[in-house]
């Protein structure tokens, strides 16, 4: 196979592949497999395709790129380099993998500009396109006028055998075809190696038919390792095809110009290293040393700056003009696109006093949301097919559905891990929408992979997570979340609300939508609860605030969250007829108490008051830095049971009377 004489195209496509080559071999370590096989589909991509501003990766009507192949990250950080981000230095790539580096072991979006979506765990980053795509439609429906298109982007995918071997791709995908989503397009590196081997062991689906049923069009290139010509054709015809999103397969050898080791699962997942460095070297005519462009390659590269900067400089006329034609949209637009709230938008939060109805959490959530709504036109998300439940549709809006793009409700169906993954790549679209999923709170085990990524890609995601303890009864310990709080209270970067009535409810609202780069948990009761006297949106944001008591020290402090804050009230209430000094902490968020400085934490709770009691429906894990030596708490250790919820809190000693004496018992 050795090339005597490289044309422009193999030149830069054999650039690729040795930057990636080279940046793991140095560190020892990464995937050089999928980087050298699906260099000729990412070089026909980025550069007869895709639209972008090197010098302005943010630019708002660039095409998205998303390497769902996490794993083959030295491809895109390649491309970022070559194609001119400054973000991506030939120093970055010798720094791949290692501390503190631009480019780590899989790519993430916070960490390197130009990236748009953070991918390793395989089949997320291909549901993150549904969402960049369903976000693209979305933001064209609502400002696009017939003489002014302001958003006009595709979204591109490379991903694996292994993303549509993982379930959760197939729930996006899905999803897609039923959508219509005419502006995304897959390229599916289809070179028929996992980590396993040989795909034949475990894969032997016709994975085109399956998409087809999906709804997608489906479009084949039998030659991904030198056909450039065909892999071009196959993208031009999907972007004809306006009302299916497309997969184009790729037949490809991973870890082309490998001579002993293309084609197998030994080049998967390991570097080169020194032999079949210098062999794959002289397989394919490369005579530069490693991290070496050619001259005539980096001046073809270079060619993408001015390309793109005439881009979004065309595009910025058509701004001026719609600004003129425009304002009132413009300015909404600009203020969106530069993640600004509405000034005084916080006015709309409903508040609540002691003599209002008793609601559950679930319905005063469906409250705020619609209030927000109406107010934060950005907002937009629905249900995993439990909109009636979970109390989520925006009444002033309509559904999101093909050909209706400008609708805010989204039905995800019963999707719940595609629902979070579509959600993260709304906001990653990074137009400024604001994007919730809801379902029940036990199911978040269903998504917790790509909630996990929310939290690490740093989004602004909600997750409406109703039905939150044992409370909710009949359906029994199979529905009824124990331990799960706790294991989300755990995850960094997660915001985790329990409120307790209306108020903490507006409050946990407002710092999910004012945290731009935080995810949050809204956990949301199924039964009715009491509007609490001394409950505050002010002292949600705090995490933690005395919702009943004052700052005298006392004997005994009860800590509890959601339903159970009105039994701690009622529970200090019995105990100072006896004289004892009682304080309540409502603790709508445990993370944001402990981002509290210490003097407001011991204010809140006094290291001299070592008698406390916490009381929550659920497990007890998380709690005993807390508790302390001297404390106990009221929990569920167990599965739930199927009984009416008042008999299972009943059971379970979640009473006024058994909140008395356990705090007799601590208070010995």
């Known amino acids: 196979m050795v090339v005597a004489t490289q044309s422009l195209e193999t030149l830069c496509i054999n650039s690729i592949r040795f930057l990636a080559v080279d940046g793991v071999d140095k560190a020892k370590s990464g995937h050089p497999g999928l980087p050298m096989g699906a260099a000729p589909m990412a070089f026909t991509l980025w550069d007869k395709f895709m639209r972008f501003n090197p010098k302005n990766p943010n ?31 030939i120093d970055d790539l010798k720094q791949f993998r290692q501390w503190g580096s631009k480019t780590p072991g899989h790519p993430e979006n916070f960490e390197t500009k130009g990236i748009e979506v953070t991918t390793g765990p395989l089949g997320q980053g291909i549901c993150n396109g549904v969402g ?28 694996g055998d292994g993303c549509n071997m993982e379930g959760v791709s197939g729930e996006a995908c899905s999803l897609a075809g039923h959508l219509g989503l005419g502006k995304l397009i897959a390229l599916y590196d289809d070179n028929h190696i996992s980590i396993d081997g040989d795909t034949t062991v475990s894969f032997t689906e016709d994975v085109g038919k399956r998409f087809e049923a999906y709804g997608w069009q489906v479009l084949v290139v039998p030659d991904g390792d030198t056909n450039t010509e065909a892999i071009a054709a196959a993208i031009e015809q999907a972007k004809a095809e306006t009302g299916k999103p497309t997969l184009i397969k790729v037949r490809t050898t991973i870890g082309y110009g490998s001579p002993n080791r293309a084609g197998t699962a030994g080049i998967h997942g390991a570097a ?20 070496v462009v050619p001259a005539d390659a980096k001046a073809h590269f270079a060619k993408a700056v001015e ?43 409903p508040t609540y006093s002691p003599g209002d109805k008793a609601l559950a959490t679930r319905k005063t959530s469906e409250i705020t949301l619609n209030a927000i709504a109406e107010a934060v036109p950005e907002l937009v998300g629905g249900s995993a ?36 993954a579509i959600v993260n790549g709304i906001y990653l679209h990074k137009t400024g929408l604001i994007p919730f999923g809801a379902t029940f709170l036990v199911f978040v085990d269903y998504m917790r992979g790509a909630l996990r990524l929310s939290a690490l890609a740093e989004t602004q995601a909600i997750f409406v997570l109703t039905h939150d303890s044992v409370a909710l009864g009949e359906d029994g310990p ?81 800590i509890g969250t959601g339903s159970e804050v009105q039994l701690c009230i009622e529970a200090a209430k019995k105990l100072r007829e006896d004289g004892t000094k009682v304080r309540v902490i409502s603790m709508p968020c445990m993370r944001l108490f402990e981002q509290q400085d210490d003097d407001y934490k011991n204010a809140i709770l006094p290291k001299a008051t070592k ?27 167990r599965f739930g049971a199927s009984a009416p919820g008042g008999i299972i809190m009943e059971k379970f000693g979640f009473t006024v009377d058994n909140v008395v004496a356990q705090a007799k018992k601590v208070l010995g």
């Not at 630019?59 to 981000?85: C, E, I, K, P, T």
């Not at 993640?339 to 938008?345: A, V």
């Not at 009636?388 to 559904?399: A, F, G, K, P, R």
């Open 59 to 89: 630019w708002v009507n660039r095409d998205r790129f998303v390497l769902s192949a996490g794993h083959g990250s030295m491809l895109q950080y390649a491309l970022l380099h070559l194609y001119g981000y400054d973000s991506v230095s």
């Open 611 to 637: 008698k406390r009691l916490v009381v929550e429906a659920l497990t007890s894990f998380g709690w005993h830095k807390y508790i302390g030596d001297e404390g106990d708490m009221i929990s569920v250790d």
């Open 132 to 159: 960049l795509a369903m976000a693209e439609a979305h933001m064209a429906a609502v400002f696009n006028k017939p003489d002014c298109t302001l958003i006009d982007q595709y979204t591109y995918v490379i991903l």
């Open 478 to 558: 199979t529905h009824q979340p124990v331990e799960t709080i706790a294991s989300l209270r755990a995850m960094p970067n997660l915001l985790t609300f329990r409120p307790a009535d209306g108020n903490e409810t507006s409050g946990a609202y407002k710092v999910a939508i004012e945290r731009r780069t935080t995810s949050s948990v809204m956990a949301m009761s199924r039964q009715g609860l009491p509007q609490l006297e001394g409950s505050s949106i002010e002292g949600v944001e705090r995490g933690a605030y005395i919702i009943d008591g004052d700052l005298d020290l006392p004997d005994i402090i009860l």
């Open 307 to 349: 390309r793109g900067a005439a881009a979004e400089a065309e595009w910025n006329k058509t701004w001026e003009t719609y600004k003129g034609k425009y304002p009132e949209e413009a300015a909404r637009f600009e203020r969106q696109t530069n993640y600004k709230l509405p000034e005084g938008w916080e006015k709309c939060l």
């Open 385 to 420: 097919d439990l909109t009636h439940s979970n109390l989520t549709y925006l009444e002033c809006s309509t559904d999101f559905q093909k050909d209706a793009y400008a609708g805010r409700n989204l039905r995800f169906g019963v999707r719940e891990h595609g629902m979070a």
């Open 272 to 291: 080169l290293g020194p032999d079949e460095n210098a062999a794959t070297r002289k397989n394919l005519g490369w005579e530069h040393e490693p991290f």
